[in-house]
């Protein structure tokens, strides 16, 4: 079975600074998706960010972008330029076929 | 409509009730989702069809749970017999079922509340 596993369950940074999330999966699975989804108060979950696990170029989403090392199974997710539209819930996803599983989240807040 | 819409918004219900939860995936998706999530927690998986079929279905918690999907659109979650430990938000994802892992587009969820 596979796990996700985020470390931190909160975190804050200053508006216009970078802040790095962490992610950590475990998988006997060669060929797999990693995913970051962003969940606002208003409950919608909303994608950031998608990697495939046979690419080896990091994913880059304007201000995100992700750490992907495979053999380590780590996937962090950078915020530039943080915005307070960013604040959220933050999950990272795994998923060999069709379900996806989610870590437990990390609450993101960013300060004005 | 342009996005996955679940209804109802939120849920009150007593104990030993049965309740239905609907979604309405986004137009032509052919794959659907059910997750459950419970307060403070990430999200659950709970079943998965493609088209009218659940290929996987294993992670219903229990037999008091159970889902149709009627017409590849709509997609109904039923809970019998509530009990306190189901009050979670149950949230529903459609994705065009042709990319293995294509991206899945969440509704707005319902909040389920049992008393």
């Known amino acids: 079975a596979q796990t996700v596993t985020q470390s931190q369950p909160e975190m804050s940074v200053q508006e216009a600074e970078t802040v790095t999330l962490s992610c950590t999966y475990d998988t006997s699975e060669s060929n797999y998706y990693l995913f970051w989804y962003k969940q606002p108060p208003s409950r919608q979950m909303i994608l950031v960010i998608r990697?495939?696990?046979?690419?080896?170029q990091n994913a880059t989403e304007n201000r995100f972008s992700v750490n992907f090392q495979k053999a380590a199974k780590s996937f962090s997710l950078k915020i530039s330029d943080s915005q307070l539209g960013d604040t959220a819930m933050y999950f990272c996803a795994f998923s060999s076929g069709s379900r996806l599983t989610f870590g437990e989240g990390t609450q993101l807040t960013v300060n004005p | 409509g342009a996005g996955v819409s679940q209804s109802p918004s939120n849920k009150v219900t007593e104990k030993g009730k049965d309740v239905e939860l609907r979604c309405d995936p986004i137009?032509?998706?052919?794959?659907l989702y059910w997750y459950r999530q419970r307060l403070g927690q990430g999200l659950e998986f709970l079943i998965y069809?493609?088209?009218?079929?659940?290929?996987?279905k294993s992670g219903l918690p229990s037999d008091r749970f159970s889902a149709e999907r009627t017409g590849e659109s709509v997609s109904t979650l039923t809970i019998q017999r509530t009990q306190q430990e189901d009050s979670a938000v149950y949230l529903c994802?459609?994705?065009?079922?042709?990319?293995?892992?294509?991206?899945?587009?969440f509704g707005p969820g319902t909040r389920l509340t049992v008393l």
């Open positions: 994802a459609s994705s065009s079922g042709y990319l293995e892992a294509d991206t899945q587009y």
């Open positions: 990697q495939e696990a046979y690419k080896q």
């Open positions: 069809f493609q088209g009218n079929s659940a290929p996987d």
């Open positions: 137009s032509g998706h052919t794959a």
